[in-house]
């Protein structure tokens, strides 16, 4: 079957590879594996531009040598939504008597990703470009562009969820259902150098 993926980039990151090896991760192999009866289509990747952080000023060049990987995979296209990061004041879960119950923190929000890869989602179905589309998110909230695709669009949609934690809601009214091993992992990560029209990259060192 023609599928379509459609990427959660931040949902996969924290679920499946922060603190991991596999930050290299090469997502044409990895559905391959996981799917090797599906013909991959189109791989869609929602995502959004990160900044520096005290104490990891390097993130952004990280994020944008892997997004240049990434772009090596001629099917894959890469959307993007923004990223706000602002200083509130928030109250502390055990305050000092006599001090400040409040404390300024840096509140980071992806905000974006999770729309436009529900468009998406409908919208590719309503114009019969798949017969198969798989999720890759472990975010209730995409139930419901899952359910209208599967229920009004009469196509099935898969999970495939990064987070070890089960999505009980997304796992109740897809198609179907799979979690991310770290096996599968461990076996689709990019060569540690490539190449593309600008020349030779390579893995980030840190990774």
Known sequence: MITYFYVDAFNLYFGSCRGTPYKWLDLARLFAIIFPANQIGKIKYFTARVRPRPGDPGQPTRQKTYLRALETIPNLEIHFGHFLAHTVRMP??????????????????????????????????????FECAIVVSGDSDLLAPVRIVINELKKPVGVLNPQQKPCRVLQSHCTFYRHIRQSALAKSQFSITLQDAFGTFSKPASW
């Open 92 to 129: 502390l879960a055990h305050p000092v008597i006599g001090q400040d119950p409040l404390i300024e923190v840096i509140k980071t929000e992806e905000k974006g990703s999770d729309v436009n890869l529900a468009t998406h989602l409908i919208h590719d179905a309503h114009l019969d470009r």
